[in-house]
């Protein structure tokens, strides 16, 4: 009994730490900068992201989503649209036009997926498909096309889209901070 109330606090942990990551991450961004005397709203964003609006309609056509300030996003509109094609192109094979996948293939939208990759920082996933996709020919696309797919990825599943690219190089994905998942 006493080893399940303690797994049971685990994961509530776990869960806490994963769902505040955005919101620490946030925090992180607007907390003052040490040792200059200047806070961060004075300070530019990385070059490689784009600051959000105050809101701004989600991928999936529901109602507007509230963006908190200082949270960052990079991708753009006309990159998903690329990510689409680059989409259909060499990844709709084994995970559907729909996103749905099927079998042992995982869907690649909806909150499950936005919860296991869109928290926080998208360099995980970007990471995982430039290393593992296409699954019968890994890291064979440009890095160009993995950061397109992973635009379009993002904005099929909420994630609002900036004003810049999102990029292609691992050192600057680690600089985005998403806004907080929505239902």
Request: aromatic share 6%; proline share 10%; net charge negative.
């Amino acid at each position: 009994m006493r080893s399940s109330t303690a797994l049971s606090r685990g994961w509530k942990t776990v869960s806490i730490l994963r769902h505040g990551l955005p919101v620490v991450a946030a925090a992180l961004m607007l907390a003052p900068v040490a040792g200059t005397g200047q806070d961060s709203s004075s300070s530019a964003p990385p070059a490689s992201s784009a600051e959000a609006p105050a809101s701004a309609a989600s991928g999936e056509g529901d109602a507007a989503v509230t963006i908190p300030p200082g949270t960052v996003m990079s991708y753009t509109e006309e990159q998903a649209a690329r990510g689409k094609t680059a989409y259909t192109d060499d990844c709709s094979v084994c995970h559907g036009t729909t996103l749905g996948g099927g079998g042992e293939t995982p869907a690649l939208a909806g909150k499950g997926f936005r919860e296991r990759w869109f928290v926080g920082s998208p360099e995980p996933f970007f990471s995982f498909i430039s290393s593992n996709m296409p699954q019968g020919d890994p890291g064979s696309l440009t890095p160009e096309t993995y950061a397109d797919i992973t635009a379009y990825l993002m904005s099929r599943n909420r994630v609002p889209a900036g004003d810049a690219e999102f990029p292609a190089d691992p050192a600057a994905i680690a600089n985005i901070v998403l806004p907080p998942l929505t239902n």
